[in-house]
């Protein structure tokens, strides 16, 4: 047993050393094996990665005067819970506006800082900055989670003037680091191996059960301590996250390495280069996509509006006045067909009218009591009649059987046949004035009935649609010819716009269109050729006043997602089919009244670069000019990109 004892502890001891060394070695490797150690390298020899210093700067005019604030921060993939250091350096432009002379320095401003996320929600407020000696102000901050962020630099002058301005930035969240997770890994397998052999043994122990625990808790404990410490001094050294040492700023108006060039001032920066790390560049999911030739609908852009088919509205009116009782769970939006009956209508009397309906019930009483005692007649005669019939029959037989023994001659059989005939069409007759004046009674009974205070009507749906609007209640009292219920078609709905006279040409040429709804964002639906729809009239007059005319476009509505009433962008098709060279919308930024795209140089450089947009299509541009084809132009990532370029 003993032997069995030394064996498992020896063999723990081995397994616990071979696999901290292996642990050691993964580390030792995870952390230099791919760093750079070349003469150029940016990599301490630490082994952690160094953050860059990026640049970025800001004209702003406003009352307070023309200012022009330039910004450093580190680094420049900025990492949630890693702080960032923040420089600024604001200066004041006297003379010759923004072109003219050298920005003269602010000195003993107040400066404080505001961080927001992207849509304006405060993150937090007025955070003191440290003014430096070199005209520098100071601050550093670390985000608290990855996302969209805006920093905003609050100024007042010493004279009581106020500017702000604002740089965006985006903060991801901080690579892995396998080493720690390897760690870890392994001195939980270790433990948990040798923590398992101990419990075998001590279980195939014959000892008892008590002595066992108190030697088996103490080995456990000890084994769970060293567990912990190994634990908190791996993730001292090797933390969970990658973590790296922050650049130190330089002084805001020099120039380093990975700063942003300013490109062309006149041109809003065009033509600035920006150099991202490719690990940034995964980090911000930056992608691109080569400038092409593409087919875009653009043209004539008017605003219409969606109207239902004149003969799919209808309104459901009371032909008499009276109270109002609708069909249980009909609401707005439930789906009626025509001729379908949707409630009822109760017409109520006043006295007068009640009075003379009561005269008329009594006169129709009298006559149907008139009908009864005819009935009773006819039903006598009836009687009378069977009876008169069956003493026929009895005498034909008679006749026959005299006849047969030779006491009577046939004539006399003859004679009571034809009484039989005779007696028979008098029973027929009776009987068919007995039920005449059967019906008469009940038809006199039926109009006593109906003869009351109360008459009811149906309520029909007019056409087939959906009810649209509800402007009474059950048990409602109305008038005749109050309107009800709206009820609406919307399966195929006009789109009209009113366009300029001088339009006209136009839009009698083009065969295509596309329209976009406010209430429906993202969505561009075609009109003509491969959309659903046509051109379905162009009005014949003028408005004197606004000189415009009506163009009317007929599309489905299978969905009902148009509504009567709402407004509509309507594009008129004045490009044709032809392609021109395009860019894709998510690749177009505006700043300062002019428009940009970022374009992939290669490796790690983009360009900022001004463009000239033509036609609008639904997911591209027309440009004119500042772009060649096969260019690649930055499709995701530009915000991120708008953080590292001068403002």
């Known amino acids: 047993m003993r032997q069995y004892i030394r064996s498992i502890f ?27 150690h070349s003469k150029d390298s940016k990599t301490p020899a630490s082994g952690k990665t160094t953050a860059s210093v990026v640049t970025a700067e800001r004209n702003i005019q406003s009352d307070a005067g023309q200012f022009n604030v330039t910004m450093q921060r580190s680094p420049s ?88 301005a604002d740089f965006p930035v985006s903060v991801v969240n ?20 040798i923590i398992a052999s101990v419990a075998a043994f001590f279980l195939r122990s014959k000892e008892k059960i008590s002595k066992r625990l108190r030697k088996a808790v103490p080995i456990t404990v000890a084994l769970l301590l060293f567990f912990t410490i190994a634990v908190i001094t791996l993730a001292y050294f090797e933390p969970p996250r990658q973590r790296r040492s922050v650049a130190e700023l330089q002084a805001a108006n020099s120039q380093s390495p990975d700063t942003t060039s300013t490109g062309d001032p006149s041109l809003g920066g065009s033509g600035a280069r920006i150099n991202i790390s490719k690990e940034s560049q995964l980090l911000f999911k930056i992608r691109t996509e080569p400038v092409s030739e593409k087919e875009i609908t653009g043209g004539l852009k008017v605003t219409g509006v969606v109207k239902a088919k004149p003969d799919a509205k209808a309104i459901v009116s009371p032909p008499v006045a009276g109270r109002v009782f609708l069909k249980q769970g009909l609401t707005v939006g439930s789906a009626v067909g025509r001729g379908e009956q949707i409630g009822t209508i109760e017409q109520i009397l006043g006295a007068p009218e009640q009075a003379n309906l009561e005269a008329q019930k009594v006169a129709l009483k009298t006559a149907a009591l008139e009908q009864q005692a005819r009935k009773a007649e006819q039903d006598a005669q009836a009687q009378q009649a069977r009876t008169r019939l069956a003493q026929a029959q009895r005498e034909l037989r008679r006749s026959q059987n005299l006849y047969e023994v030779g006491a009577a001659p046939k004539k006399r059989v003859e004679e009571a046949q034809t009484a039989v005939a005779i007696a028979e069409q008098e029973v027929a007759t009776a009987e068919k004035q007995a039920r005449a004046a059967a019906e008469q009674v009940k038809l006199s009974q039926e109009a006593v009935v109906k003869v009351a205070p109360v008459r009811s009507f149906p309520l029909l749906a007019p056409v087939t649609g959906m009810i649209s609007e509800m402007k009474t209640t059950s048990g409602q009292q109305v008038e005749a010819g109050t309107e009800l219920i709206n009820i609406i ?61 009506p163009v009317i476009y007929e599309v489905k509505n299978p969905l009902n997602r148009l509504r009567d009433g709402m407004f509509v962008e309507i594009t008129i098709d004045t490009t044709g089919a032809n392609k021109v060279l395009s860019v894709p919308k998510a690749a177009v930024i505006n700043e300062q009244g002019k428009t940009f795209v970022f374009v992939f140089l290669g490796g790690e450089t983009f360009e900022k670069r001004a463009i ?36």
């Not at 036609?615 to 027309?622: P, S, T, V």
């Open 10 to 36: 020896t063999a723990a001891c081995v397994f616990l050393s071979i696999a901290l060394l292996a642990s050691a070695v993964l580390v030792n490797v995870n952390a230099h094996g791919d760093e750079d």
């Open 77 to 164: 993939d900025l990492r949630s819970g890693e702080e960032m250091q923040i420089s600024g350096r604001f200066g004041e432009k006297i003379e010759g506006g923004f072109g003219g002379s050298e920005a003269v320095m602010l000195e003993g401003a107040k400066v404080t800082l505001d961080i927001t996320t992207a849509d304006g929600k405060t993150v937090a407020r007025n955070i003191a900055v440290k003014s430096e000696s070199d005209g520098d102000y100071t601050v550093s901050y670390a985000f608290p989670s990855a996302g969209e962020y805006k920093i905003i630099f609050n100024v007042t002058t010493n004279d009581n003037r106020s500017f702000n």
């Open 174 to 193: 901080a690579p892995i680091n396998w080493a720690f997770w390897l760690g870890f890994s392994a001195l939980t397998l270790i433990i948990g191996a």
């Open 489 to 549: 078609n919307l399966s195929n709905v006009f789109l009209e716009a009113q366009v300029f006279e001088k339009d006209l040409p136009v839009v009698r040429e083009a065969t295509r269109a596309s329209y976009t709804v406010a209430g429906i964002p993202n969505e561009v639906y075609k009109i003509g050729e491969e959309g659903d729809g046509r051109l379905l009239t162009i009005g014949q007059t003028v408005n004197s006043e606004t000189r415009t005319l």
């Open 612 to 647: 000239v947009l033509g036609a609008e299509g639904q997911d591209f541009y027309e440009v004119k000019t500042g772009i060649k084809a096969n260019e690649r132009v930055v499709v995701e990532g530009v915000y991120q990109l708008r953080t590292t370029q001068p403002g």
